[in-house]
T-cell receptor, first 113, second 117 residues
Framework: RKEVEQDPGPFNVPEGATVAFNCTYSNSASQSFFWYRQDCRKEPKLLMSVYSSGNEDGRFTAQLNRASQYISLLIRDSKLSDSATYLCVVNIGFSGGYNKLIFGAGTRLAVHP | DAGITQSPRHKVTETGTPVTLRCHQTENHRYMYWYRQDPGHGLRLIHYSYGVKDTDKGEVSDGYSVSRSKTEDFLLTLESATSSQTSVYFC????????????????FGAGSRLTVL
């Protein structure tokens, strides 16, 4: 079992739709969580950190469920420009001299007119 | 955008040849990282550096070496490239030890696409 698992998609949604992605992680000692966005053939960029109480940034809402070991990303009112791959990242703690970040393989979102 | 440049951006080479990828930053960040990204896999850490001449292995370090002689430059070397090292390589930087918020957020370069024939 992978340490961080994401549905690869693609999620094909029309503009204006609400879409949600889940990401499950296996290490219960995981300490911090992030969503990165990666456009096609570009570098990943931080979208948002995920806080225990949940957090919102405009149309984006991130939630953490420690009991079930998953994080989620909700995108409301989808825009064409939201089309990208969304990477789930989990910090499983200090190991071997560094904070070990585990990246999911990503969920691809395609928003169409 | 953070000042990170990677070179070369694209390279095709043959099995058995040495390859060096360069990462240059203008942010004066202490930490630098090399990741590889392959289809179906998340980014995986190859090596990282926590200061000049201070480097250590990540989770997929076999076949790779690194050097950091200046704060701004982090080199990744494949001593003898193999087809399994065909990948997209990303350099990343962080002000503090990556894994938290604020200064510990990872910022990535544009990537270097390497093909080993």
């Amino acid at each position: 079992r992978k340490e961080v698992e994401q549905d690869p998609g693609p999620f094909n949604v029309p503009e204006g739709a609400t879409v949600a992605f889940n990401c499950t992680y296996s290490n219960s000692a995981s300490q911090s969580f992030f969503w990165y966005r990666q456009d096609c053939r570009k570098e990943p960029k931080l979208l948002m950190s995920v806080y225990s109480s949940g957090n919102e940034d405009g149309r984006f809402t991130a939630q953490l469920n420690r009991a079930s070991q998953y994080i989620s990303l909700l995108i409301r009112d989808s825009k064409l420009s939201d089309s990208a791959t969304y990477l789930c990242v989990v910090n499983i703690g200090f190991s071997g001299g560094y904070n070990k970040l585990i990246f999911g393989a990503g969920t691809r979102l395609a928003v169409h007119p | 955008d953070a000042g990170i440049t990677q070179s070369p951006r694209h390279k095709v080479t043959e099995t058995g040849t040495p390859v060096t990828l360069r990462c240059h930053q203008t942010e004066n960040h202490r930490y630098m990282y090399w990741y590889r990204q392959d289809p179906g896999h998340g980014l995986r850490l190859i090596h990282y550096s926590y200061g000049v001449k201070d480097t250590d292995k990540g989770e997929v370090s076999d076949g790779y070496s690194v050097s950091r002689s200046k704060t701004e430059d982090f080199l990744l070397t494949l001593e003898s490239a193999t087809s399994s090292q065909t990948s997209v390589y990303f350099c990343a930087i962080s002000e503090g030890r990556a894994g938290g918020t604020g200064a510990n957020v990872l910022t990535f370069g544009a990537g270097s696409r390497l093909t080993v024939l």
